[in-house]
């Protein structure tokens, strides 16, 4: 029973709250029963932090079988969780890291994201991009650390279900897309196009920008073509993560 806040598992899950640590150790965590009782063989967990209640009213045998297991006090666990109503349960996982070269190998649909800040926002454009069967998320250096709890809880376990391969220098990963003859199609206010005119059952790739100043121009430059989306009422634009959503859709309804 861990009941000090000296303890060095409790301050290793504490720092990993920051990306400083997370990029020191290769560990990020995971909180929540359904989504640690969702990971993949194919991860490394380190080991699992669970309350007392937890500890008490579960049978902890699949968990003993997969890494070390440490119980902490009900009032030293809830100081570690971010949730109203913590479920009793962390995991410390490695990181997975891909690679573009290998990850575009036979993708024909892929969602580009430039300087995506809002952590929420990433979460639901990994989750979306899984639902619509998008082959990879590709993200810019600007981008939210991926491993940031509160994206890894807006993806809902997608971030398990599909690659996402992240700081990368857009400008030479278009570049690589474009030998692979994947298109571009950046998602820009000015553009006079909308994305139905084009043809996206072949090989897609759909570009997103910060939230609050869209794409950059050298990146936009480099896309095939720029799309928006019409806008009929008052708004001068939409949430990113909506708006990709309807843009991945398109590809989606095309290709049914």
Do not use: W
């Amino acid at each position: 029973m861990i009941e000090s806040s000296s303890n060095k598992i409790y301050k290793q899950l504490n720092a990993l709250r920051t990306k400083k640590e997370r990029d020191k150790t290769g560990l990020f965590i995971l909180e929540g029963v359904r989504i640690i009782y969702e990971i993949p063989k194919s991860y490394n967990i380190s080991y699992y932090a669970l309350s007392q209640s937890y500890s008490e009213k579960n049978d902890l045998s699949a968990l003993y079988d997969n890494a070390p297991v440490y119980i902490f006090s009900d009032k030293l666990f809830s100081k570690l969780s971010e949730t109203v109503t913590p479920q009793g349960i962390f995991a410390a996982v490695q990181k997975k890291e891909y690679s573009l070269k290998d990850t575009i190998k036979n993708s024909s649909f892929l969602v580009i994201l430039e300087n995506i800040s809002d952590p929420g926002n990433l979460g639901t454009i990994i989750r979306t991009a899984d639902a619509a069967g998008a082959d990879a998320v590709l993200l810019s250096k600007g981008c939210v650390d991926l491993y940031n709890p509160k994206v890894i809880r807006s993806t809902m376990g997608s971030i398990f279900h599909l690659p996402v391969v992240t700081d990368l220098d857009l400008p030479e990963t278009l570049e690589h897309l474009h030998s692979k003859n994947i298109s571009v199609y950046a998602a820009h206010l000015k553009s006079e196009s909308y994305p139905y005119s084009y043809d996206l059952t072949k090989p897609t790739a759909i570009l997103i920008g910060n939230e609050a100043n869209g794409l950059t121009d050298t990146v936009t430059s480099l896309s095939d073509h720029a799309v928006k989306l019409p806008m009929i009422g008052s708004a001068e634009s939409m949430n990113a993560s909506v708006a990709c959503s309807i843009l991945l859709y398109e590809v989606v309804r095309q290709r049914l």
